[in-house]
């Protein structure tokens, strides 16, 4: 059975608040040819400023695409 850390809400505040922060504030891409490519998907790219500012909208698209679950494993470092 997997461990719940955060309850849905904590969850869902969590996930508004990175909406926010990568439409309003963005994210450094320092790659030319990705920010063209999001620029052409609906983001605002800045090719000078490195920067992309995704809309909500594209987020949600390509997390559904994604799917819903994640599995994190612990592998301790004397294993690697």
Aim: hydrophobic share 45%.
């Amino acid at each position: 059975r997997p461990l719940e850390v955060l309850s849905a809400h904590d969850v869902s505040v969590i996930h508004g608040n990175a909406l926010r922060i990568l439409s309003e504030v963005g994210v450094r891409i320092p790659h030319g040819e990705i920010l063209s490519l999001l620029g052409d998907h609906g983001a605002r790219a800045d090719a000078a400023r490195q920067v992309a500012w995704l809309p909500p909208d594209l987020v949600e698209a390509q997390l559904e695409k994604a799917g819903k679950t994640r599995t994190m494993r612990f592998i301790p470092d004397f294993l690697l």
